[in-house]
């Protein structure tokens, strides 16, 4: 039987992102099952102490441009710093994906898609007309994910994605929990994957 990874993100991130590629490379070298698991930011953030983009020190926001342009060369990628359609409201988008698990159905191919409609081609993912496009293409039913996706029960599994980040101690995007362990941000990807190789016990926080 796999391993399995908690993977707690929205497509509201860069960061999310800026890893995805790179943490299903070491997903399957490992051969780990995947639970995607999409979650509200801002609630999150602020629930664990955390404060959104606009309301960080002038400081904190000039470095993040920084670190922004260090790992898109780091991971090969190219993508806009400050894209068009950004910030949006990424419910209905993170929805889907809860909508497809629920249909039996790989969200992978919609999710590379979406990362790369927001931050490379400047969609606006708070568009159903666009979701519908994305998940079309991608080879999943579009039109029936997006309606889904907007449905009460998708709202409450998003929710339960909230409540079990904060059980899991999630505070951000993306994180990936491996037995209890917490690796936060994709520039810990590397981490994930020296425990795996390794194969040792997960680190417990001492306090």
């Avoid at 497809?100 to 568009?127: C, H, K, S, T, Y």
Wanted: charged share 25%; aromatic share 12%; no cysteine.
């Amino acid at each position: 039987m796999p391993r399995q990874v908690d993977y707690y993100f929205s497509f509201q991130s860069p960061w999310a992102y800026i890893g995805h590629k790179a943490f299903l490379e070491v997903a399957s070298a490992y051969n780990l099952k995947i639970n995607y698991k999409p979650v509200v930011l801002v609630d999150l953030f602020s629930e664990t102490g955390g404060l959104p983009l606009m309301k960080r020190h002038p400081v904190r926001q000039r470095y993040r441009m920084v670190e922004l342009q260090r790992w898109r060369d780091k991971r090969g990628l190219n993508f806009h710093l400050q894209p068009a359609n950004w910030p949006f409201n990424a419910r209905l988008a993170d929805g889907m994906v809860i909508a497809a698990i629920e249909a039996g159905l790989d969200p992978e191919p919609f999710m590379r898609r979406a990362f790369a409609a927001v931050w490379e081609d400047q969609l606006n993912l708070a568009d159903p007309a666009t979701l519908v496009r994305l998940a079309d293409e991608s080879g999943l039913p579009g039109k029936q994910l997006v309606e889904r996706s907007g449905s009460d029960e998708i709202s409450a599994a998003y929710e339960q994605n909230r409540q079990d980040a904060l059980a899991a101690d999630v505070f951000g995007s993306p994180v990936y929990v491996l037995d209890g362990e917490v690796f936060w941000g994709q520039d810990r990807i590397e981490l994930l994957a020296d425990a795996l190789k390794s194969g040792r016990a997960p680190y417990r926080s001492q306090v």
